[in-house]
């Protein structure tokens, strides 16, 4: 019997947890950076219907040999607004199949470790992210990096509690809990959340049925294994369910419903089981099963050589039916976790974007749908400055941590609108439509930009949270003038845009030349309290940083009130670059 070092054991699994969360953010950075539409395209195309959604989990997971892995990919591509819940729920239905393949190569053969890759992939991962020159090479290199640690991550909480499955008491436990279906699913939920691989609990399983510590009567065997396997389709979820603790409110969704399916169907299978039923009918189907997944197995009948074989049927034939009963309430389960973790406000602010490619053939209704969506982009950005200046005057962490999110929506727009109006320019246009196009896109681009100076602003403001860095009066007094002065220009620019009112873009170029001689004066009056020893180093340099982003905000705003002015034509206007482009 192996000593557990509970030490040892503590170690592996926080730092294995702590890689682990750290992979799956740097992936997702890395899916939103190079995705793009295409992928987006293609991931609906492949998704579009639940079957085909569920082909796509279960090919992905036969393929890598973890339904973790897929799992965790779904949620990530979740998290990042590649796939919708309802095709992530029916991903993850697939991946439920796909997994069972694990249990037929444990049969016959080693269990490839996909785990053994993490180190090299790091490795390249990391070469990418410094050699090219090309941002989608290095973002390819930041996915590469995310994976790698992920299951690096999973590779030390399986090593935190792989003394376990040799440990004699365990083992016992094992056999006393498998004449007791309940417990007996419970803690193979348990050893599955541990572990935190499916394929190895039900190796373990299989392992142990097949040195007879469950006994030789091969039948009985047979029934004390399956609770165990049941309980493993629960406990395999955790991993979506930890991958999901830092990604967004539907990424939380998706893992949810993951749980939520294969708690149900575990529910009504123990029933079956208890009675023995099911278990009847893995004895009757396994010698037509088996011949298909291990053609060397000649001998098909219960029995000692073949009880690795029977577990493994019994696995997928769970699987197998349960998805079958769920595929047709997909949309009911998409319903019910939406029920659990309810839309907030913010995901209310953050509703997806509306522009429906069926109006592209209407030019002209199709220009104004994603005139509606550049206002909304407008606002949300507007939101973003606002919530990042706050931050900056008051300390505030909460709300830095607002500016990321509106950011990330922002950012999703302009991917979202850029790709409409590049679809709508390869359609016969009229010459107003057409000279309106190109206009519109600017606007898109420099909105994006406005949310980037956000950003930097809510850098800045960490540092100064983190630095413990204060303000003068003077200057906290001259940076509420600066939040004044851009809330009201950017409220100039939206009327200007929402209403047609070329007057309010006027007065937002007033704003936009009051900035300016903010800029000039505010500059000045640093350095006379530098002089005066009125402020520290740092704390300039922090005020310099927000005088300098919130001027060049004023900027692109400036760029869509000349549009404005123009009638949305240039109309000899060129558009002001930042003095950062």
């Known amino acids: 019997m192996n000593d557990i070092d509970v030490k040892e054991m503590i170690f592996l699994t926080v730092g294995g947890l702590g890689l682990f969360l750290f992979g799956m953010g740097l992936m997702s950075d890395g899916l939103k950076k190079v995705a793009g539409q295409k992928l987006k395209s293609l991931l609906e195309t492949l998704t579009k219907h639940r079957v085909f959604g569920v082909l796509v989990g279960m090919i992905t997971t036969a393929l890598i040999q973890s339904s973790s892995a897929t799992t965790v990919m779904t949620v990530g591509f979740v998290n990042a607004g590649l796939l919708t819940l309802k095709q992530a729920l029916s991903v993850v239905l ?14 016959s053969l080693a269990v490839f470790k996909i785990t053994s890759y993490a180190l090299p992939v790091v490795g390249i991962g990391f070469i990418l992210t410094v050699l090219p020159k090309s941002q989608k090479w290095r973002s390819i290199g930041q996915i590469m990096i995310g994976f790698g640690i992920l299951f690096l991550g999973i590779d030390y909480m399986k090593d935190a509690f792989g003394p376990l499955e040799d440990h004699a008491k365990v083992q016992n436990a094992l056999i006393w809990l498998g004449d007791k279906p309940i417990l007996a699913v419970l803690a193979g939920t348990l050893i599955t959340m541990l572990l935190q691989s499916s394929s190895a609990s039900i190796a373990m399983i299989q392992t142990l049925a097949l040195t007879g510590a469950f006994g030789t009567d091969w039948p009985h065997v047979l029934r004390i294994a399956i609770p165990f396997i049941l309980g493993d389709n629960i406990g395999t979820t955790i991993t979506a369910q930890i991958a999901a603790l830092q990604s967004s409110r539907n990424a939380k969704r998706a893992a949810m419903g993951h749980t939520f399916f294969n ?7 123990i029933v079956l089981v208890y009675f023995h039923i099911y278990n009847n009918v893995v004895v009757k189907l396994s010698p037509y099963i088996i011949p298909f997944v291990a053609p ?21 034939l769970f699987n197998v039916f349960n998805v079958i009963v769920f595929i047709p309430f997909i949309k009911v389960l998409e319903g019910v976790v939406i029920k659990i973790i309810p839309i907030n406000e913010a995901e209310r602010l953050q509703k997806p974007v509306v522009l429906e490619k069926h109006l592209l053939d209407t030019p002209v209704i199709a220009l104004e749908q994603a005139e509606r969506e550049i206002v909304r982009m407008a606002k949300m950005a507007q939101r973003a400055v ?4 706050n931050g900056i005057l008051t300390d505030d962490k909460k709300e830095l941590a607002i500016v990321y999110e509106r950011e990330d929506f922002v950012d999703m727009m302009q991917m979202e609108i850029t790709s409409y109006l590049t679809a709508l320019s390869r359609r016969v246009l009229s010459d107003e439509v057409s000279i309106e196009l190109p206009v519109l896109l600017h606007a898109v681009n420099d909105l994006e930009r406005v949310g980037d100076h956000a950003v930097n602003i809510a850098e800045v403001a960490q540092r100064k949270i983190d630095n413990k860095i204060k303000f003068s009066d003077s200057a906290v007094a001259e940076a509420e ?11 100039r620019v939206i009327v200007s845009f929402e209403d047609g009112d070329i007057e309010q873009a006027k007065l937002a170029l007033k704003n936009e030349a009051n900035l300016n001689r903010m800029q000039m004066e505010f500059r000045r009056s640093h350095v006379e309290r530098m002089s005066n020893s009125l402020c520290s180093a740092e704390a300039g340099l922090i005020f310099i940083d927000l005088v300098d982003n919130v ?9 869509i009130s000349q549009a404005m002015i123009g009638g949305l034509h240039w109309d000899g206007v060129k558009p002001k670059i930042s003095k950062e482009s």
């Open 94 to 107: 697939g991946a439920n199949i796909g997994t069972t393949i694990t249990a037929a190569i444990v049969s």
């Open 263 to 269: 708690i149900i169907g575990v529910s009504y299978m």
């Open 296 to 316: 060397w197995i000649k001998d098909t009948t219960l029995n000692q050589d073949t009880i690795m074989a029977y577990i493994f049927v019994s696995h997928f």
């Open 386 to 389: 606002r919530r990042a200046i």
């Open 481 to 491: 003038q600066l939040r004044v002065e851009i809330e009201q220009m950017f409220d």
């Open 551 to 559: 001027e060049k905000i004023g900027d692109h705003l400036t760029n």
